[in-house]
T-cell receptor, first 114, second 114 residues
Framework: SQKIEQNSEALNIQEGKTATLTCNYT??????LQWYRQDPGRGPVFLLL?????KEKRKERLKVTFDTTLKQSLFHITASQPADSATYLC?????????????FGGGTRVLVKP | DTAVSQTPKYLVTQMGNDKSIKCEQN?????MYWYKQDSKKFLKIMFS???????INETVPNRFSPKSPDKAHLNLHINSLELGDSAVYFC?????????????FGPGTRLTVT
């Protein structure tokens, strides 16, 4: 069965450092991979999307890589700030024939300490 | 302006009751979704509608019935509520049913069944 794994342990990091989160998957061939941020008591907020034929995507202090051979995506937050503290979710999506059915990982909580 | 709104935000009810959650989006999107996030924080898709047509229907008890009166609204009706239905329910929308489009989530409805 399809499995998406994110580190369930919280990531504690010092302000200014780079936070790196992993998203590993098995029994899945996603066409797209998306990353979302979720704050307590709120809905997820879209951050970045990367396609299967893309190796890397950047947006401001965020960087995502996608390795379909390793079946892994890495999500980096550079120059982290306390405001970056949240849970980050990866979500995989098949090709358009299956609709926009996102399958989410369990999320990794990030705590940036000043 | 709220992009995706849900009512109510909190819902406490007893086993066996029937309840509804309403969702509205003002983004002009064609596709809407219902997700369930359980106590372990896993976000799982339940249903998806594209232009009022059901396109994703996951393995969900038939006590759950979605209804889309128009493409800006997607309501969720739950019959004979059970303890295991306690969770946070999120509504979301996207431009189309294609996988390349990000989803916009509502604030969630926390359902507690006693």
């Amino acid at each position: 069965s399809q499995k998406i794994e994110q580190n369930s342990e919280a990531l504690n990091i010092q302000e200014g450092k780079t936070a790196t989160l992993t998203c590993n998957y098995t029994n899945y061939s996603p066409a797209y991979l998306q990353w979302y941020r979720q704050d307590p008591g709120r809905g997820p907020v879209f951050l970045l999307l990367i396609r299967e034929n893309e190796k890397e995507k950047r947006k401001e202090r965020l960087k995502v890589t996608f390795d379909t051979t390793l079946k892994q995506s890495l999500f980096h937050i550079t120059a982290s700030q306390p405001a970056d503290s949240a849970t980050y979710l990866c979500a995989l999506a098949p090709g358009s024939a299956a609709g926009n059915k996102l399958t989410f990982g369990g999320g990794t909580r990030v705590l940036v300490k000043p | 302006d709220t992009a995706v709104s849900q009512t109510p935000k909190y819902l406490v009810t007893q086993m066996g009751n029937d309840k509804s959650i309403k969702c509205e989006q003002n983004l002009g999107h064609d596709t809407m979704y219902w997700y369930k996030q359980d106590s372990k924080k896993f976000l799982k898709i339940m249903f998806s509608y594209n232009n009022k047509e059901l396109i994703i229907n996951e393995t969900v008890p038939n006590r759950f019935s979605p209804k889309s009166p128009d493409k800006a609204h997607l309501n969720l009706h739950i019959n004979s509520l059970e303890l295991g239905d306690s969770a946070v329910y999120f509504c979301a929308s996207s431009r189309t049913s294609g996988s390349s489009y990000e989803q916009y989530f509502g604030p969630g409805t926390r359902l507690t069944v006693t």
